[in-house]
């Protein structure tokens, strides 16, 4: 069954953003992700969060998010957007 990595973020440096989605979808091709939802304009329902940016990302699995989230690869990725930008992110199973 699929899983489905939902991500809200907010960067306070575009430029910075960029470079990082551009190494991170790298890493998540590798680890078997495919980007399938990107809105600069999500509609926010029930928070008084504003992210300006949503992303949903497909995995085979649970596992599967995972093994990319804790992965070396993503490791300095991970903490190079900390530096600029805050997220959010939760896993979801598809149906």
């Known amino acids: 069954m699929s899983a489905y990595m939902v991500i809200s973020v907010t960067?306070?440096?575009?430029?910075?953003?960029?470079?990082?989605?551009?190494?991170?979808?790298?890493?998540?091709?590798?680890?078997g992700g495919v980007p399938v939802a990107r809105d600069a304009q999500p509609l926010?329902?029930?928070?008084?969060?504003?992210?300006?940016?949503?992303?949903?990302?497909?995995?085979?699995?649970?596992?599967?998010?995972?093994?990319?989230?804790?992965?070396d690869d993503y490791a300095p990725l991970k903490e190079f957007r900390q530096t600029f930008a805050k997220a959010h992110a939760l896993v979801i199973e598809g149906l």
């Open 11 to 31: 960067p306070e440096d575009e430029e910075k953003f960029r470079q990082y989605e551009a190494a991170t979808l790298e890493v998540v091709g590798r680890h």
């Open 44 to 71: 926010v329902l029930e928070t008084d969060a504003k992210p300006a940016l949503a992303v949903i990302l497909r995995f085979d699995d649970k596992q599967a998010v995972e093994a990319f989230y804790h992965s």
